[in-house]
């Protein structure tokens, strides 16, 4: 996955927070959006999706490595 996001140019969306170490020591992926929203049903997940898209779009035009929970986007790097 990391892979294929480097190479197609896209934003790797995980709620894995091994990706987050990849992140800083080897900057893999190039754009990181953690979930941490810990145990949140699908259509909680999809609202605050939907809410959040607009920050999250925005926040990547500058960074690099946002984390989304319940609050919001977080920018990290």
Request: glycine letters at 6%; one cysteine or more; charged letters at 25%.
């Amino acid at each position: 996955m990391k892979r294929a996001a480097s190479r197609e140019g896209r934003v790797l969306v995980t709620k894995d927070s091994d990706f987050t170490n990849s992140f800083f020591v080897r900057r893999e992926p190039p754009r990181l959006l953690l979930v941490s929203t810990g145990n949140i049903t699908n259509d909680e997940l999809e609202a605050l999706f939907s809410a959040c898209l607009p920050s999250i779009v925005h926040a990547f035009g500058s960074a690099d490595f946002l984390e989304l929970d319940r609050n919001g986007v977080t920018v990290r790097a």
